[in-house]
């Protein structure tokens, strides 16, 4: 089997209310733009990706589309290990194509890729919702609808104002308590001092943990940290693949580490992360990119195969108004059904993909 063409569709979809406007310390949004991936080939077979693009300056999916092309066409697409070892494409775009080469070898053989990466461990995953920055009184009238949805784990942004997320945090136990297990995402926003700061303030509201609330670099930080708070440590964009992780471990600097496609380079960094945290004894949590469909059939097969996602990964897919495939995930009781169907298990809609694309 080889490649015959790549197609790159960049795709803007809304996001609906209580998710947006999703505000972090950084900006605030209402929708989620992807690049979607489409790959097909000699034996009819179509494969398809995606990778995050938010954000990006001076966005191109038709620069990505000729890259892919140029780099890709003529190659076997079943040769992943190779892919990653040859691969010259930019991270993110190369994600994408990988989740894409994924979904080619899981239909070429009539299996899901969770099967490929070595069997299913768990039929349902654990999701934590994703919340933006919230003030007191709005935390508090959140924190009830997610529990009502049937979530058990909130993961909140924030790094704007240490008060205004404490204040936050406070909201959310008032108002359900312990029913929610709680995360809180600074995405770099304090210095070592600050952050020592805010975790001192919350350490009597029992978090699950506080998420890359200082720079990736040094690590040293991050193990003085954990070294004098009790709140747990996790670290994001710290973790962009083994050799971080590696490093991470080594520093003990973390206690849960999050990796995603998009920064990894695909499904099988985000795999081999998982096997390193295994060994290590550290949990691994799928993180998210305001991920579509595809990309989230990604972290499904991700987490159902590698032992060290046990606990809730991150997901906004439940504030999405809409989605390009063609049969949408349902989120029941805070669980995703880990897709069944040959390679990701699902299919983007044509129209739908026409409808949302940006042109770019």
Same mark, same amino acid.
């Given at each position: ?9 960049? *795709? ?9 406007? !999703?505000?972090?310390? /950084? ?6 733009? @992807?690049?979607? +991936?489409?790959?097909? &080939?000699?034996? =009819? ?7 995050? *693009? ?42 994408? +194509? ?34 933006? /920055? ?21 993961? &909140? ?18 108002? *359900? ?27 009597? !509201? ?32 710290? *973790? ?8 991470? +471990? %080594? ?15 695909? +499904? ?20 998210? =990119? ?26 906004? !897919? ?15 009781? =805070? %669980?995703? @059904? ?23």
């Amino acid at each position: 089997m080889r490649v015959t063409n790549v197609f790159v569709t960049v *795709v803007e979809v809304p996001q609906t209310a209580p998710l947006a406007p !999703y505000r972090s310390h /950084i900006r605030s949004s209402s929708t989620t733009q @992807s690049a979607i +991936i489409q790959i097909d &080939t000699d034996a =009819g077979l179509t494969g398809w990706g995606e990778h995050n *693009v938010n954000f990006l300056p001076n966005l191109s999916g038709r620069r990505m589309e000729l890259q892919a092309r140029e780099w890709l066409v003529g190659r076997d697409p079943q040769n992943i290990v190779a892919f990653h070892r040859d691969c010259p494409l930019e991270t993110r775009l190369k994600s994408g +194509i990988e989740l894409a080469l994924w979904d080619l070898c899981g239909k070429a053989v009539g299996l899901p890729v969770a099967v490929l990466l070595g069997g299913i461990l768990r039929e349902q995953i654990d999701v934590a919702a994703c919340m933006g /920055i919230q003030s007191y009184e709005r935390s508090k009238e959140f924190a009830h609808w997610y529990v009502e949805q049937g979530f058990g784990t909130l993961k &909140t942004k924030a790094g704007a104002d240490i008060t205004e997320d404490v204040e936050m945090v406070r909201g959310i136990r008032d108002a *359900v308590g312990d029913r929610l297990r709680l995360r809180i995402d600074p995405n770099r926003a304090y210095s070592p001092a600050q952050a020592l700061e805010l975790c001192r303030r919350l350490e009597e !509201y029992g978090l699950e943990y506080l998420e890359q609330p200082i720079p990736a670099d040094p690590l040293s930080d991050a193990a003085e940290l954990r070294r004098l708070t009790s709140v747990p440590i996790a670290l994001n964009e710290s *973790v962009t693949n083994e050799a971080s992780v590696m490093d991470i +471990i %080594q520093a003990n600097a973390a206690q849960f580490l999050l990796p995603d496609t998009h920064i990894a380079g695909g +499904i099988l960094p985000c795999v081999r992360i998982g096997h390193l945290c295994s060994a290590a004894g550290l949990p691994a949590i799928m993180h998210c =990119g305001h991920d579509l469909g595809p990309k989230t059939a990604a972290m499904l097969h991700v987490a159902a195969s590698c032992d060290a996602y046990t606990l809730a990964n991150d997901t906004t !897919y439940y504030g999405l108004e809409d989605d390009v495939i063609t049969e949408p995930f349902v989120i029941r009781r =805070g %669980q995703i @059904s880990v897709p069944q169907d040959p390679g990701l298990g699902i299919e983007v809609d044509p129209m739908k993909l026409k409808r949302y694309r940006v042109d770019c």
